[in-house]
């Protein structure tokens, strides 16, 4: 080409060029696909964390391999591109859960309901289920709310109910409910209270028996099912889990919520104020020797 009698070299496109532009715009795609997708979660991650990958390509492939060598995890992203996040084992677990879970909270499907399951069963190392022995709740996800203190042994009261001046700190606000739960106390008397005993109460659920399938044609069977039951209560939007034990019914299906979880299980999951409720994952845990703790549990 000549311009004013002077010739003008014409720019060659390299192929990596292309092939990097072809790569780059893949990328701000897939990274789109995934922010709608998983916007709820990644942005927990963003808002809670530093570990960030850079917003290209080297953070996605994180996502698919990640152990691989990323040399450009360090740069920042633009302005117009949303930072893409470390993908540990923990975050992954949630991106998992997130793919079969609904985008609105509503009821599982069956498939659904199996294949978290197996999902928490790989992690908590115990069969996870919605279903044990032929009965279910009327759902397995669902939105939680703040429960009261429990009576744990008659003559329980708000000033003898914590063992340590740091829980009563925390939770004695909460207050203690005018009745019992839905099984009676947790001891006979506070002589007799195993540890076993109080945690129970410590890490209760309430969850709405009385609607599950069958409940009216075989109550007390049911009942003795629901005792005690331990299930695993997962936030799907931080992956904080605990292994809790029904010890209450409600609340309410008017309220809107699901269950209920006494301040020690809201707490520790992030769901301290009933008014603002939250999802969680609740399944049965198959635990017939007693082998697995009440309490936080890693995923």
């Known amino acids: 080409m000549f311009l004013f009698g002077k010739k003008i070299a014409k720019k060659k496109v390299s192929h990596f060029e292309t092939l990097s532009e072809k790569w780059s715009a893949r990328h701000r795609s897939l990274q789109e696909k995934l922010w709608e997708k998983h916007e709820r979660v990644l942005s927990h991650f963003k808002n809670k964390t ?5 917003g290209s390509l080297a953070g996605l ?6 152990a691989a060598s990323i040399t450009a995890q360090h740069a920042t992203p633009s302005a117009h591109e949303k930072p893409f996040i470390d ?3 923990a975050s992954n677990l949630l991106l998992t859960l997130h793919s079969y879970l609904p985008q609105v909270v509503a009821p599982l499907t069956p498939d659904q309901e199996v294949k978290i399951g197996e999902i928490l069963s790989n992690s908590l190392h115990a069969k996870v289920a919605a279903e044990l022995d032929g009965i279910r709740l009327n759902r397995s996800y669902g939105y939680i709310g703040q429960e009261q203190h429990l009576a744990r042994f008659p003559g329980d009261t708000m000033d003898i109910h914590f063992t340590s001046g740091e829980d009563a700190q925390k939770y004695y606000d909460y207050g203690m409910a005018p009745g019992l739960g839905a099984y009676g106390y947790f001891a006979k008397s506070a002589n007799s ?3 076993e005993q109080n945690n129970r109460e410590k890490y209760y659920i309430a969850v709405q028996t009385f609607l599950s399938p069958g409940y009216l044609e ?3 069977k049911m009942n003795q099912f629901f005792m005690f039951h331990k299930m695993l209560v997962v936030n799907p939007d931080n992956g904080k889990a605990i292994v809790a034990d029904i010890g209450d019914a409600g609340p309410a299906e008017w309220t809107g919520k699901s269950l ?3 301040p ?6 992030e769901r301290v104020d009933g008014a603002q409720k939250g999802p969680v994952i609740y399944m049965f845990i198959d635990d017939p020797n007693n082998n697995i703790p009440l309490g936080p549990v890693s995923l």
């Open 260 to 262: 209920g979880g006494s």
């Open 218 to 220: 075989n109550t007390k």
């Open 87 to 89: 993908i540990n084992e």
């Open 193 to 195: 209270m195993t540890s």
């Open 61 to 66: 492939m994180m996502l698919a391999s990640p």
């Open 264 to 269: 020690e299980v809201m707490k520790y999951l």
């Open 50 to 54: 530093k570990q960030f990958a850079a």
